[in-house]
């Protein structure tokens, strides 16, 4: 049975028809409008060509934003002028369809526990590191939502008390240690230092900046300053994994996300200070830590699984 998965994003607004096995058979982008009522529309219409003459059974919108437990009313969204909107009722009188919605970073880690690096374990958890730190918890092969749906926000559990302010009202989440905004400002303050910084130093002099970019290229390269920026990063990202474990439990640790392109090199000291800060180390099963499989398709693919299991168990 087919689904239709959508992501909508900052830039652009993803569709795919998907099979049962999160086959793309056919896909479809446009740019994201800045209004509300224009993005709806821009959804209806996709669903519609996407649709064609193949029967899906429903249809999965993901976006970024607090969604109710129901999976039907977006009671906030970052980027777009949603407030306890109606989304999947608007959605279903205009297309016809069950509609499911669900956040974009929930559908994504679907996707990868479904299809990709956790398909072989019950209880996962993936953190994405991109500018910020976003992320999804599969708990016995469940998707964990919380009580009210807006659970597992794992960019915003906070790992330093009074630490680094966040754009989410906070201070100390781990979005501003581990991010990929974190690593550069890492190598920035190596910059500063010299020494093994020298290299990073003489970039940003050669450029102005030192973008994610150029950090990427010298990691790839063993720059000795950008990967002391990397365990840095690293460091960080393991004690919040620590946490994690020590609650969830989890099989497996997944990395998404642009930071995931380090590869090992990224998921070996996110190993040790995992090891480090795990509470009664040593007596405890280790779990795995992956690199995403998925890379741009999972908001889709993952969206569209969750609304034919959805449509299946209905
Ligand atoms: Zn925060």
């Given at each position: 049975?087919?689904?239709?998965?959508?992501?909508?994003?900052?830039?652009?607004?993803?569709?795919?028809?998907?099979?049962?096995?999160?086959?793309?058979?056919?896909?479809?982008?446009?740019?994201?409008?800045?209004?509300?009522?224009?993005?709806?529309?821009?959804?209806?219409?996709?669903i519609a060509r996407l649709k064609d003459d193949a029967e899906p059974v429903a249809a999965g919108v993901a976006a970024a934003g607090f969604i109710d437990a129901a999976q039907s009313t977006v009671y906030y969204a970052p980027n777009i002028a949603w407030r306890n909107e109606p989304l999947r009722e608007k959605l279903e009188t205009r297309t016809g369809m069950p509609i499911v919605i669900e956040n974009d970073a929930n559908a994504a880690g679907w996707a990868e526990f479904r299809f990709g690096a956790g398909r072989l374990v019950s209880d996962m958890v993936i953190l994405t590191i991109g500018t910020g730190v976003g992320g999804a918890i599969v708990s016995e092969d469940k998707l964990f939502r919380g009580g009210f749906g807006t659970g597992a926000e794992i960019g915003h559990m906070?790992?330093?008390?009074?630490?680094?302010?966040?754009?989410?009202?906070?201070?100390?989440?781990i979005e501003q240690y581990g991010s990929g905004r974190a690593l550069q400002r890492y190598a920035n303050e190596l910059a500063d230092q010299g020494g093994i910084g020298q290299v990073l130093a003489d970039v940003r002099t050669r450029t102005g900046t030192l973008r994610g970019a150029d950090i990427g290229?010298?990691?790839?390269?063993?720059?000795?300053?950008?990967?002391?920026?990397?365990?840095?990063?690293?460091?960080?990202?393991?004690?919040?994994?620590?946490?994690?474990?020590?609650?969830?439990?989890p099989q497996m640790f997944v990395f998404?996300?642009?930071?995931?392109?380090?590869?090992?090199?990224?998921?070996?000291?996110?190993?040790?200070?995992?090891?480090?800060?795990?509470?009664?180390?040593?007596?405890?099963?280790?779990?795995?830590?992956?690199?995403?499989?998925?890379?741009?398709?999972?908001?889709?693919?993952?969206?569209?699984?969750l609304a034919r299991l959805h449509a299946e168990s209905h």
């Open positions: 049975m087919h689904a239709i998965g959508i992501d909508i994003g900052g830039t652009k607004v993803a569709g795919a028809l998907v099979d049962e096995l999160g086959t793309i058979i056919r896909e479809d982008r446009v740019p994201t409008s800045r209004d509300a009522d224009e993005i709806e529309t821009a959804v209806v219409e996709m906070r790992v330093v008390p009074g630490g680094l302010p966040c754009g989410c009202g906070a201070r100390g989440c290229d010298l990691i790839q390269r063993r720059d000795p300053g950008a990967l002391a920026a990397l365990r840095q990063l690293g460091d960080w990202l393991g004690q919040a994994c620590a946490s994690l474990g020590a609650v969830l439990d998404g996300g642009g930071v995931a392109a380090a590869g090992d090199l990224l998921l070996e000291p996110i190993r040790a200070s995992y090891l480090e800060n795990l509470p009664a180390r040593g007596y405890h099963p280790e779990p795995e830590f992956r690199i995403a499989e998925l890379v741009n398709d999972a908001g889709v693919v993952g969206a569209a699984d």
